[in-house]
């Protein structure tokens, strides 16, 4: 009798196991990227240094793609208008890689606490998304470091856009 009963406290069995994906986070440098995952990792943020040769090392992102599940874009909201351009070249060509064309995207309009962010309103039209991305599945939503809430949020309407594309992969 003590042994069922123990058996029955503790050998319920593990938690189901959490489904995992594989997801490639990308933008320009300085929009918040190490900052932004470190932060849903509780990491420390003061050891954050910026990547090395960012600008150069762009045209390698693509070696990172094969076997990307989801992506994740990041922006800085307040960057230049040079800066932006580039963000919505680097978006586009995301959009039409081979390896992620079908991918759900998550893209974060971040640094939204500075004065000079632009809405999502604005970015959406200036990044032309809804001719590019029709179709596809993707979420624009705002952010800044300071509203992990907001993140966290995003992460999970991006998580469930890679469960209803597991059960139904022909919707894609
Ligand atoms: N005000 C503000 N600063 C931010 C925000 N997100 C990131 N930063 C700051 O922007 C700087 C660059 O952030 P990083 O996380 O290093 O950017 P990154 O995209 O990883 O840059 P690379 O590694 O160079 O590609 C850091 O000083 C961050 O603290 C934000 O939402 N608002
Ligand atoms: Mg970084």
């Known amino acids: 009798m003590d042994y069922l009963c123990f058996k029955a406290l503790c050998c319920k069995g593990p938690p189901p196991p959490r ?6 986070c990308i933008g320009l440098t300085g929009s918040g990227k190490t900052s932004l995952l470190s932060q849903l990792c509780s990491e420390n943020p003061e050891n954050i240094v910026s990547t090395t040769g960012a600008d150069t090392i762009r045209k390698y992102w693509s070696r990172y793609y094969q076997g990307s599940q989801g992506v994740i874009f990041v922006l800085d909201s307040a960057s230049s208008e040079d800066d932006l351009e580039t963000a919505r070249n680097e ?29 999502v309103q604005e970015i959406k039209k200036y990044f032309e998304l809804e001719p590019l991305a029709r179709g596809k599945r993707w979420i624009l939503k705002p952010c800044s470091l300071d509203d992990m809430e907001a993140v966290k949020d995003s992460f999970t309407l991006l998580i469930n856009l890679l469960e ?9």
Do not use: W
């Open 19 to 24: 489904p995992e994906y594989d997801l490639v």
């Open 91 to 119: 978006l586009h060509s995301a959009l039409q890689h081979p390896q992620l064309c079908t991918l759900p995207f998550l893209i974060l309009a971040n640094h939204q606490d500075k004065p000079a962010a632009r809405s």
């Open 164 to 172: 209803e594309r597991e059960l139904e992969p022909s919707r894609m």
